[in-house]
């Protein structure tokens, strides 16, 4: 057991990417609206999510490459080679760039429902204070330049979220019963875009470049798979398990008119007490700060990776990546500015990235002179080949809901 906590690190990361502000939210409204029916979606979002992030861990272990450094390198056409750079570019960098204010304005929401709202005022404007504290939290660990530290800091955010998701999830009293049955699909669940909606939340594909970086990090031997894939599939039960208790908490609070996971919080305490409002607070705040951490560094791997530079988290090139992420989503988020055009844009490109990255994910996880004999087996490729065809229509889905934004 002490070998195994040892190990933990990349999936934990993992984990607490996509468990962000957006996925509080999600699962939130969808237990608000919908009750316990739609926890079988989440358990379908944890299965794809284990199959593509197993492909991307295998990749960085056997390889030790990220997966924008196989595309650089495996696609040899270069007309095809510099549209998917462009295509990656335009969806990591800069979506993550604009889903930063996202992050950072979600940990500014839990903070501000436990110690209270943090403004300045200079004429017509506010600058919000949480903001800039939140996001020199997170530019001071990803300074340190150290995988060690992160490991450590995550495991402890990721604690944190659990503990108070599930115990939010515990004080509101949910019926046993229910739960259960909301595991298993009926006809009478809400309509494919909210399933397509949860799953979207758990499968996405800054994860998949952000996870065969870290385990490339941290396990330097092909004999390490073994111990990668163990800790992967912890970890995203794990984040699964925080999901699920978020949707619980939900839609055993009794409450309707709810927008977001904030107003959930402070809903929460005249029904079940201060503890369920700290407590749901928390988690929105860990998980605010968790993917205001990922999201750069996702983006520095895959800029690292698109241009083949040399060096760790410690580089300057590297470091500047993150650092702008950074500090575009702390500007953004400090002075209240909503993004929506870029959001839009990189959402477009996320809907397009995520199954075009699975295809090729799944083409070279099947090529013997990339992965030798840890290649994908023919049980792989089955159930690669589902995890593709959700990847399409989540794709679909997503480029379908921004255009319907107009």
């Known amino acids: 057991m002490r070998n195994f ?8 990361l993992v984990s607490a990417a996509f468990i962000g502000p957006g996925t509080v939210t999600v699962c939130t409204l969808a237990g608000v609206e919908f009750g316990y029916s739609l926890l079988w979606a989440l358990l379908l979002s944890i299965f794809s999510c ?3 992030q197993e492909m991307a861990a295998r990749l960085g272990v056997v390889s030790q490459k990220g997966l924008s450094d196989v595309i650089r390198e495996e696609i040899k056409k270069p007309i095809f080679r510099v549209l998917a750079i462009i295509l990656i570019f335009s969806a990591i960098v800069i979506g993550n ?4 204010t996202g992050n950072i304005t979600g940990a500014v929401l839990g903070a501000e429902a436990i110690f209270g709202v943090q403004n300045i005022k200079f004429g017509d404007f506010k600058l919000n204070l949480w903001s800039i504290f939140i996001g020199s939290v997170a530019f001071i660990l990803l300074f340190t330049g150290s995988y060690k530290t992160l490991e450590k800091v995550f495991i402890g955010l990721v604690l944190l979220m659990s503990i108070s998701f599930v115990l939010t999830a515990i004080l509101t009293k949910p019926d046993i019963l229910e739960i259960l049955n909301g595991l298993i699909p009926t006809s009478n669940a809400a309509g494919l875009l909210t399933v397509m909606a949860i799953v979207g939340t758990t499968v996405v594909p800054y994860n998949l470049f952000l996870h065969a970086s870290l385990v490339s990090e941290k396990w330097k031997e092909a004999s390490y798979l073994s111990i990668a894939r163990k800790e992967l599939i912890v970890s995203i039960i794990l984040g699964g398990t925080v999901s699920m208790a978020i ?20 809903s929460l305490e005249p029904l079940f007490g201060k503890f369920a409002t700290w407590f749901m ?19 520095a791997y895959v800029v690292k990776g698109c241009f083949g530079w040399k060096g760790g988290m410690k580089s300057l090139k590297f470091k500047m990546v993150w650092a702008s992420v950074l500090i575009l989503g702390v500007f953004f988020s400090s002075l209240q500015i909503n993004p929506i055009e870029i959001i839009r ?8 990235l995520l199954p075009v990255i699975a295809i090729f994910l799944f083409w070279v996880v099947n090529r013997a002179s990339v992965l030798g004999k840890h290649r994908n087996s023919k049980l792989q490729n089955v159930l690669g080949l589902l995890v593709i065809a959700l990847s399409v229509f989540l794709g679909i889905k997503a480029i379908l809901s921004v255009l319907q934004s107009f």
């Open 281 to 299: 607070s928390l988690g929105l705040l860990a998980a605010g700060i968790t993917s205001s951490i990922t999201a750069p560094l996702a983006a």
């Open 5 to 12: 906590l040892k190990n933990l690190g990349p999936g934990i």
């Open 247 to 266: 949707l619980i908490s939900a839609a055993s609070s009794g409450l309707t008119n709810v927008n977001s996971a904030a107003d959930m919080a402070v």
């Open 50 to 52: 284990i199959i593509l």
């Open 97 to 100: 760039a604009a889903y930063e």
């Open 345 to 352: 844009f990189a959402q477009i490109a996320n809907g397009i």
